[in-house]
């Protein structure tokens, strides 16, 4: 039954494009901060940056998610995500990509813990394990996909910014679809 309703393919989609976006800045920042002159060991101080704060991320919104759910951590995420990722358009300087790393970091953090409350809040834990499978499976579809488009795009451009401009959109697209979400009717 589940698999016949909207909300189960529309967090499918989500995590999708959403997980895209994630891994691109995972394995383009690097390469975009030494473009940019950064020194390599400066350069992936931001990526350890990242991966440090989104510990943080994920503890907050744990907590928070406990208590406004997770739906609630997944769209301040995305507000944090979004405004990164245009900072990121600009951020051409050391301390800028710096502050990218915090801010994303705590985005990173609170998406991949609040993707499998997500599904269970809207589909309930009798099938938890075979439903966030499929939601991890077109995840991880779009973190395989997106850094080799990304690569494409730098190869062609030369620059990373048509990429950083698509990843903002497509992070829009996914944020638009996590807040079309409606409560599954249960016994329906």
């Given at each position: 039954?589940v698999?016949?309703?909207?909300?189960?393919?529309?967090?499918?989609?989500v995590?999708?494009f959403?997980?895209s976006?994630?891994?691109?800045?995972?394995?383009?920042?690097?390469?975009?901060?030494?473009?940019?002159?950064?020194?390599?060991?400066?350069?992936?101080g931001?990526?350890?940056?990242?991966?440090?704060?989104?510990m943080?991320?994920?503890?907050?919104?744990?907590?928070?998610?406990?208590?406004r759910?997770?739906?609630?951590v997944?769209?301040?995420?995305?507000?944090?995500?979004?405004?990164?990722?245009?900072?990121?358009?600009?951020?051409?300087?050391?301390?800028?990509?710096?502050?990218?790393?915090?801010v994303?970091?705590?985005a990173?953090?609170?998406?991949?813990t609040?993707?499998?409350?997500?599904?269970?809040?809207?589909?309930?834990?009798?099938h938890?394990?075979?439903?966030?499978?499929?939601?991890?499976?077109?995840?991880?579809?779009?973190?395989?996909?997106?850094?080799l488009?990304?690569?494409?795009?730098?190869?062609v451009?030369?620059?990373?910014?048509?990429?950083?401009?698509?990843l903002?959109?497509?992070?829009l697209?996914?944020?638009?679809?996590?807040?079309?979400?409606?409560p599954?009717?249960?016994?329906?």
């Amino acid at each position: 039954r589940v698999f016949k309703t909207t909300p189960f393919w529309t967090i499918c989609l989500v995590n999708l494009f959403l997980v895209s976006c994630l891994m691109v800045v995972l394995l383009h920042i690097v390469p975009h901060a030494r473009d940019l002159g950064i020194p390599p060991i400066q350069a992936a101080g931001v990526l350890s940056t990242i991966g440090g704060v989104s510990m943080l991320g994920r503890f907050a919104s744990g907590m928070v998610i406990d208590h406004r759910g997770s739906k609630a951590v997944m769209g301040f995420s995305f507000v944090l995500l979004l405004a990164d990722l245009v900072w990121l358009q600009f951020a051409d300087t050391l301390w800028m990509l710096y502050l990218f790393g915090v801010v994303y970091g705590l985005a990173h953090g609170g998406f991949f813990t609040a993707i499998s409350p997500l599904v269970a809040e809207w589909f309930g834990i009798h099938h938890h394990g075979t439903l966030f499978g499929i939601v991890v499976c077109f995840g991880a579809t779009g973190g395989a996909i997106g850094p080799l488009l990304a690569g494409r795009l730098f190869d062609v451009g030369g620059s990373y910014r048509s990429t950083f401009f698509i990843l903002t959109a497509l992070a829009l697209v996914a944020c638009a679809l996590l807040l079309s979400l409606r409560p599954v009717k249960r016994g329906t």
